[in-house]
Nanobody, 115 residues
Framework: QVQLVESGGDLVQPGGSLRLSCAAS????????MGWFRQPPGKEREWVGD???????YYADYVKGRVTISGPNAQNTLYLQIQIVKPEDTGAYYC?????????WGQGTQVTVSS
């Protein structure tokens, strides 16, 4: 079993930056991929990006150039850094972990971009 807990969501002004964290515990040594989805208000959940066990990261086109995924580090924490945030970045952000057979989700953390 894997447990994921996101944190770092906040109210951010447009143009600012933020970093979200995802603390993983349990059997994470089996992970193949960890990543992030987000769900804007009133919309479906959309993939943001992920990083595989080899350290290669991939991003959705709509965030490419503004987003960096790193980790998991020695404390088993995955990060999502977003630069130059926009109002359309508003939403609940969820981290996930794939171990080849299962996908585990965190409970989400809320990001609001507004002046």
């Amino acid at each position: 079993q894997v447990q994921l807990v996101e944190s770092g969501g906040d109210l951010v002004q447009p143009g600012g930056s933020l970093r979200l964290s995802c603390a993983a515990s349990g059997s994470i040594f089996r992970f193949d991929v960890m990543g992030w989805f987000r769900q804007p208000p009133g919309k479906e959940r959309e993939w943001v990006g992920d990083i595989n066990k080899g350290g290669a990261a991939y991003y959705a086109d709509y965030v490419k150039g503004r987003v960096t995924i790193s980790g998991p580090n020695a404390q088993n924490t995955l990060y999502l850094q977003i630069q130059i945030v926009k109002p359309e970045d508003t939403g609940a952000y969820y981290c996930y972990l794939d171990d080849g057979g299962n996908r585990y989700w965190g409970q989400g953390t809320q990001v609001t971009v507004s002046s």
